[in-house]
């Protein structure tokens, strides 16, 4: 859920892309992983619109699908 609105967040109007490149976790298929971790590389033309992904991406993360796991946003 949360990659793909994280996806959502590019718009090329405006410049922003949001692409998640890396996925990683899990060690054998069919079996929830305990860690998953994502790298994000977003870019975008105009500075003043760090501060506004940043916080979209904090609010995209602070969302919970799955009782019981978390995320931590690390830039």
């Known amino acids: 859920h949360k990659i793909l609105e994280i996806q959502k967040l ?3 109007e405006e410049g922003i ?15 929830i992983p305990k860690n998953c971790i994502i790298d994000i590389d977003i870019r975008f033309e ?4 760090m501060d506004k992904i940043k916080q979209s991406v904090n609010d995209i993360c602070a ?8 995320t931590n946003v690390q830039y």
Not at 17 to 31: E, F, H, L, Y
Not at 46 to 49: A, N, S
């Open 10 to 12: 590019t718009n090329f």
């Open 46 to 49: 105009k500075v003043e619109d």
């Open 63 to 70: 969302k919970t699908y799955v009782d019981g796991t978390t």
């Open 17 to 31: 892309t949001a692409s998640v490149s890396v996925i990683k976790g899990g060690r054998i298929p069919n079996a």
